[in-house]
């Protein structure tokens, strides 16, 4: 792509190459396409599908860049195929299109996106006060604005397909929920309203959070223009390790992990044998208990029980201990040199041999 907004003269033929093929296997086909002035790659599609190619699959629906359907890879460039102006390309650039490469093929330029919905599913829902009805929320203009951006997201799904964590690795997957639900995390950590306070830990913890190294792949391709890695993993992971190295904070967790770890076991001793806890986690918290036994609130998810912050002996876990600057500054220290040596890497996958 290089020539920017020369404008496309209407009737000229253009040279595409388009993937076809299916989940067992496809091939760059090339089409010679007719092109007018203010057609977009969408546009084109089209016109192929009419008039060559009845056949191509493709997904779309709103062309207007709002219902994030169209995600492609236009040049190598993860893009929406309705927002991509031809006027972009130069006279007699070849414009290769292919499917979304981080997720399954279904046909063509068509993919399955379960991954992402799979990722949404395990998501913690909106959690507001237990006795707050529809209709009271009250938010500061201050608070809508700040997550109003976040907000803005299409679910183009182009984000998670840039992302390198999982573009190339099917394995890590099964632990990274990715950019996507990374600005979902961070706004829901920032709403006033939202009475679970372990979003960041959460994201940490179960979204994978660790194993984002910020290139900011996925703020470039957004086409919302959300500010993704700046605005909301790097507060996230700066609040992580404010919490994990703040001298104060980290004192103050342990002293609280441990009365934790005792009221939890007097509360387990006291329970009445037989007790039945509800379907919606056995969270043993005892208002999340009686907002299941009422059942479905209007959608709000009853917190789900967070993995123990000690082990079954009631211990911390190794890493808090061992750890040879619990209280520093930085994570690395002053005295640490680039690259680090894999085993001290804290979030290598858990099947890194080496
Ligand atoms: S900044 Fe993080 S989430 Fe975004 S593409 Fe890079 S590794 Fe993935
Ligand atoms: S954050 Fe941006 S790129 Fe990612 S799904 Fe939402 S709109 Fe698409
Ligand atoms: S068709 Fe809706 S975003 Fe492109």
Known sequence: ?????????????????????????????????????????????????????????????CKAGKCGSCSMEINGMPRLGCM???????????????????????????????????????????????????????????????????????ECFLCQNTCHVIRDHEENKPAFSGPRFFIRAAELDMHPLDTRNDRKEYAQASQGLGYCNITKCCTEVCPEGIKITDNAIIPMKERVVDRRYDPLVWLGSKIFRRGQREAEQTARESAPVGTAHSHAGASHEPGAEAEAERGVHWGRQVPQPQ???????????????????????SPFGEDVTFPMPPKDLNYAHPEQKD
């Not at 009737?11 to 057609?39: A, C, K, M, P």
């Open 307 to 329: 993995a123990p912050a000690v082990d079954s002996r009631g211990r911390l876990p190794i890493s808090e201990f061992t750890f040879d600057r619990p209280a520093a500054p």
């Open 84 to 154: 991509t102006r031809m006027s972009t390309f130069d006279d007699n650039e070849t414009v290769t299109i292919t499917p979304l490469r981080t997720f399954p093929i279904i046909r063509d330029l068509v993919t399955d996106v379960s991954f992402n919905y799979e990722k949404a599913r395990e998501t913690p829902a909106f959690a507001p006060p237990p006795d707050l009805a529809p209709g009271e929320y009250r938010m500061q203009q201050v608070d809508v604005e700040r997550s109003q951006e976040f907000r803005k997201c299409i």
């Open 1 to 61: 792509m290089g020539n920017q907004d020369a404008p496309v003269k209407t009737g000229t033929t253009r040279h595409f190459r388009i993937w076809r093929g299916d989940e067992s296997g496809g091939e760059l086909v090339d089409y010679q396409v007719e092109v007018n002035e203010g057609e977009v790659v969408l546009d084109v599609i089209h016109r192929l599908q009419a008039t060559q190619a009845p056949d191509l699959a493709c997904r779309w629906n």
